[in-house]
């Protein structure tokens, strides 16, 4: 299993409480992923990064910051969570370079189930 | 938007039977697919993938076939067995752009 590692892996909150996800790595791999998985719409890119301090929104990023200071770490913050935040959350990482031709394998950690009362 | 879908949520298929799950896509210049399997509490895992050079590859009991014409990607599993139930995505891109995955297939295996 690639060295992915997502804390806490499940995490009751409150409306309007700051939460952060961890996701750290030891594949010293350059691109970082978090995804959200909800019943019916699979997985869904939140953001992603491509090295340190360079990153980028995906598809569903309002709501969500992350930020990456060190290649193995990865955080994902909801600044004041709200109900519809309630999901599963994945870190995935990619040893894909930018500019040759994609490899595309991602490599998931087991997921960080937070609710949000 | 453009995106990944499946044709069929659930699959049950007899325990030794050959499996089917398939896959419709609508990024015409998507230039890569790959499936993952996805057991019950963990994440996903990397099964099989192909380049849009190719329309067949065959794995240890998978075979993934792309079909460029009609947009559809399948994966095929051979003598399924009780330890294939789990949910099965596709996903795709284009260059180095990000991995877009469907909503994925529960696959069932009736022993």
């Known amino acids: 299993d690639a060295g992915i590692t997502q804390s806490p892996r499940h995490k009751v909150t409150e409306t309007g409480t700051p939460v952060t996800l961890r996701c750290h790595q030891t594949?010293?791999?350059?691109?970082m992923y978090w995804y959200r998985q909800d019943p019916g719409h699979g997985l869904r890119l939140i953001h992603y990064?491509?090295?340190?301090?360079?990153?980028d929104k995906g598809e569903v990023s309002d709501g969500y910051s992350v930020s990456r200071s060190k290649t193995e770490d990865f955080l994902l913050t909801l600044e004041s969570a709200t109900s519809s935040q309630t999901s599963v959350y994945f870190c995935?990482?990619?040893?894909?370079?930018?500019?040759?031709?994609?490899?595309?394998?991602?490599?998931f950690g087991e997921g960080s189930r937070l609710t949000v009362l | 938007g453009e995106n990944v879908g499946l044709h069929l949520p659930t699959l049950s298929v007899q325990e030794g039977d050959n499996s089917i799950i398939n896959c419709a896509y609508s990024n015409s210049a998507s230039d890569y697919f790959i499936w993952y399997k996805q057991e019950s509490g963990k994440g996903p895992q990397f099964i099989i993938d192909?380049?849009?050079?190719?329309d067949k590859r065959q794995g240890q009991r998978v075979t993934v076939l792309l079909n460029k014409t009609v947009k559809h990607l399948s994966l095929q599993i051979a003598a399924t067995q009780p330890g294939d139930s789990a949910v099965y995505f596709c996903a795709e891109n284009e260059g180095n752009t990000p991995l877009v995955f469907g909503k994925g297939t529960r696959l069932s295996v009736i022993a």
């Open positions: 594949e010293n791999h350059r691109y």
């Open positions: 990064s491509y090295g340190v301090k360079d990153t």
């Open positions: 995935a990482i990619s040893s894909l370079v930018q500019g040759i031709t994609n490899t595309g394998e991602l490599f």
């Open positions: 192909i380049r849009s050079n190719m």
